[in-house]
């Protein structure tokens, strides 16, 4: 029995350290405190986009105005969340969107449009209304922005100026351009414009071709770096390449980054991308895929090992009992 024992205890601890020990350390070591002294718990809200954590941050912030500001614009988003959108008359406001976002992957402003093949998908409902209204709010790099329509997609506004329109495109969105989504579609559609990931090949131009000249490939790398020069002045900085990132960070920390990147990088150009859960999950099965490609094949073999182990260990202690049968 005393292996018995030894066993369980050796699994007890393993168990302890995977499941508690280590997230906790995780945690204790990415400690963030305000000015003063103070733990700022980041914790998921759950792909909610409600404009509870802006107005959190106006007010750690002592911005009164601010403050008011973010609670007037997100009550508003509310109201027109509320809206029954009608999606047919919704086509033609979509119609005003394909202006930008055509496919000719031209940059506007510092980035090229994505697609919104996949948007109703991959974006989150009240986010969506949220951008329409005001991009710069809804993706909380207002503070960038003295006037909202310097942003690249800031003329929005004047062409969707009533709720009731806002309504509508919205719900064209999430009914007519929804559906199946892979996660590299995900990946390319909520990351690619400024993210390029070396070890799947593509860049902010999308995949890169397999060229027969020399010459070609050079000219292919002119256009990028070119497409980077525009990113980068945007940006202020040249986005990381994502290839390594999901190993690099805990699960926590993408999370709560996506969510709002303030949270974790306070002060941040990388603008909040309003994915919905479906869409993060995407996003991060692709990351996974590309970083970590071996991670699936050791989960599924994970519990085989141990199994076997118990097994092994279970068999050994019957052998051994067999074995010294009368000798004690
Ligand atoms: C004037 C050009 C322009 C128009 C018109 C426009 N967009 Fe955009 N849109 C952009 C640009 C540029 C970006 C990238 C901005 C960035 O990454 O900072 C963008 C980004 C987006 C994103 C991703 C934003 C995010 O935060 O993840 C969505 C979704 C989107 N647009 C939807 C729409 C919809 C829906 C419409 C029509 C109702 C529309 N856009 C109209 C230029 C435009
Ligand atoms: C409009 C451009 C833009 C888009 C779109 C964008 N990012 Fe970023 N991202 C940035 C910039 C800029 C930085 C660098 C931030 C900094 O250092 O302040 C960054 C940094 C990051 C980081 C690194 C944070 C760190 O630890 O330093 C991660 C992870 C990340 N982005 C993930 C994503 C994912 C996933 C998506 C798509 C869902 C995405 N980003 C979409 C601009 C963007």
């Known amino acids: 029995m005393r292996e018995l024992k030894i066993l369980a205890v050796v699994v007890f601890f393993s168990l302890l350290t995977y499941y508690l020990v280590e997230p906790y350390a995780h945690h204790e070591m990415h ?23 802006d107005v959190e941050e106006a007010e750690r912030a002592g911005d009164k105005e601010l403050v008011a500001k973010k609670k007037a614009f997100w009550s508003d988003v509310k109201k027109i969340s509320k809206l029954k959108g009608n999606a047919t008359a919704g086509e033609a406001g979509f119609g005003m969107c394909m202006g930008c976002h055509n496919g000719a992957n031209m940059n506007m402003g510092g980035v090229i449009p994505p697609s919104l093949d996949h948007a109703g998908a991959i974006y989150e409902k009240d986010y969506l209304i949220a951008l329409i209204k005001d991009p710069a709010m809804a993706s909380n790099v207002d503070h960038k922005y003295a006037d909202t329509m310097t ?12 709720d009731q329109s806002i309504a509508d495109v919205v719900a064209y969105l999430m009914t007519k351009k929804a559906g199946e989504v892979t996660p590299k579609e995900a990946f390319s559609e909520a990351c690619m414009r400024c993210h390029a990931m070396r070890y799947a090949k ?9 060229f027969k000249h020399e010459k070609d490939a050079l000219a292919h790398k002119i256009k990028v770096i070119e497409e980077q020069d525009m990113v980068k002045a945007y940006m202020g900085k040249l986005p990381p390449d994502l290839s390594m990132i999901i190993r690099a960070r805990g699960a926590h920390f993408m999370e709560t980054f996506i969510e709002n990147p303030q949270t974790q990088l306070p002060g941040t150009s990388m603008p909040r991308v309003g994915l919905s859960h479906e869409g993060y999950e995407k996003v991060k099965e692709y990351l996974t895929e590309i970083g970590d490609p071996s991670k699936k094949h050791r989960e599924e073999v994970g519990p085989w090992v141990i199994l076997f182990f118990i097994i092994f260990t ?15």
């Open 31 to 53: 400690k963030k405190v305000d000015a003063d002294g103070n733990e700022i718990k980041i914790e998921s809200r759950g792909f909610v986009y409600d404009g509870a954590a």
């Open 151 to 162: 942003h690249p997609m800031g003329s929005i506004k004047t062409m969707f100026t009533d």
């Open 314 to 328: 279970i068999l050994a202690y019957l052998w051994k009992k067999e074995k010294w049968r009368g000798h004690h």
């Open 202 to 210: 593509t860049t902010q131009l999308g995949d890169t071709p397999k």
